[in-house]
């Protein structure tokens, strides 16, 4: 190993120990139902689960299926993502076709090949901002936002240096073509709902 690959290393050996007190500290609190945890640059965000945000999530879940088994898809399940402190719940993610997880029971974002996330209005701004860039330098191949308020989803794909090459928007009822990706399906949006 290089004198970089130690510090890297350091590095995300302290932010997985803290992230760890942190969740261990919040899950001795009281967060009330219906409600989602994560960790966001070190900073902690609940958000409501609403019936839009659900309805989209079980909707590219089914859709998902037919490639994934239960199995490989994981939801409000804590993934740690490169940069400081985060520990995210994403809404929808695909992992790859032998994922283990870690001795100390995660999830490694390596092995992370879709992420989906259901705009919600209190958090927006993470997902379209350092979320974004956590997967991006993680680089998983395809992010997906939906966006509900906008009617909108957005495909970010070819991760490169800390964010993606390609964002490409698709109105709500029109089909999003992943056939080019690693996901190599096509998600259909008719049914999505609006807020």
Known sequence: MTVLEDRIAMAESDNTRELDEMFERLEKMPVPEGYKVEI??????????????????LDIVEQLRPKYP???LKSDVRIDYPGHLNG??????AMVEGAKKTEAGHWRYEDVEFVAEVISKGTAANDYGPKKTAYATAEVPVYLIADPYQGRCFVYTDPKDGD??????????????LTGTVVDLVLKTDDFPRD
Not at 40 to 57: A, C, K, L, N
């Open 70 to 72: 239960r199995k490989r």
């Open 164 to 177: 993606y090459e390609n964002r490409t928007p698709v109105d709500f009822g029109t089909d999003i073509d």
């Open 40 to 57: 966001v640059e070190g900073f902690v965000y609940m958000s409501p689960q609403r019936d839009t945000h659900w309805e989209i999530i």
């Open 88 to 93: 995210f719940a994403t809404d929808v993610t």
